[in-house]
């Protein structure tokens, strides 16, 4: 692997301030307000956390360093859930993914249709059950052919396995898309419930008022954030 070259900061001498190819400023901010569609997410989401990533420039005064973000590079957004699994699992997994809103060549990326993805593993289920359906029912007429038709012991047999087969896939293949429907239903239900929770530490912050639902400590640090506001940023 090649080392990258290193480069001193610049003086923008019209603004009297340093500048320099890495020097940037990332800005976390809460949204509030109308249902959003989310990457990977099947709620509409009424809070979000808004993740923006600037150039930035330094100036030196009264012997302190005052950095100011300039152009924006990115910005990401992500449900409640989303920005607590980001933050409490670094290092850990692929990543956690997050819907892209702004890039430095878009000035807006296209938005997401609201398209749930449980609807998704439905679809899957109805047709795993009607490919079930219809292997077990060629094999019972199979079955019921070679019997009829007294075609002999050997092509009953035959018959009668490929029934079995079909009936042990049936199940097998029932198992694994009815599980994969229950874990995209649990994971609709944590995205809610983490919705739900931040609503509730929120009020609690700001009215001092008992939660109306319970909340796992552990969860507060990620999931609280700044207090609600449209783009107030985050802070912690």
């Known amino acids: 692997m090649s080392r990258r070259s290193t480069q001193d900061p610049e003086i923008d001498t ?18 509030s307000g109308g249902g959003r569609s989310l990457f990977q997410s099947d709620l509409l989401h009424n809070e979000t956390i808004a993740l923006s990533v ?6 030196r005064d009264l012997s302190h360093d005052w950095v100011h973000p300039g152009r924006e590079l990115v910005e990401i957004e992500m449900s409640l859930a989303q920005w607590g699994s980001l933050v409490s699992s670094v290092g850990l997994g692929s990543g956690v993914p997050v819907t892209i809103r702004r890039t430095e060549h878009d000035t807006f990326v296209p938005q997401i249709p609201h398209q749930p993805r449980t609807a998704e593993s439905l679809r899957e289920v109805r047709e795993v059950t009607d490919r079930m359906y219809a292997e077990v029912k060629t094999a019972t007429a199979a079955l019921h052919e070679a019997i009829h038709e007294k075609k002999g012991v050997r092509a009953t047999k035959e018959a009668l396995n490929a029934l079995e087969r079909a009936v042990t896939d049936a199940g097998s293949n029932a198992h694994f898309t009815v599980d994969s429907l229950v874990e995209a239903g649990e994971q609709v239900v944590a995205q809610a419930r983490a919705d ?5 530490l929120e009020a609690v912050r700001l009215t001092g008022a008992a939660p109306s639902v319970e909340v796992s400590p552990s969860d507060a640090p990620a999931l609280l954030g700044p207090a609600t506001g449209q783009e107030e940023p985050c802070k912690g």
């Open 196 to 200: 739900i929770e931040a609503h509730a």
């Open 54 to 59: 600037h150039e930035a420039t330094r100036g």
């Open 14 to 31: 019209a603004r009297g301030t340093e500048v320099h190819p890495a020097f940037g400023v990332a800005v976390v901010r809460r949204r």
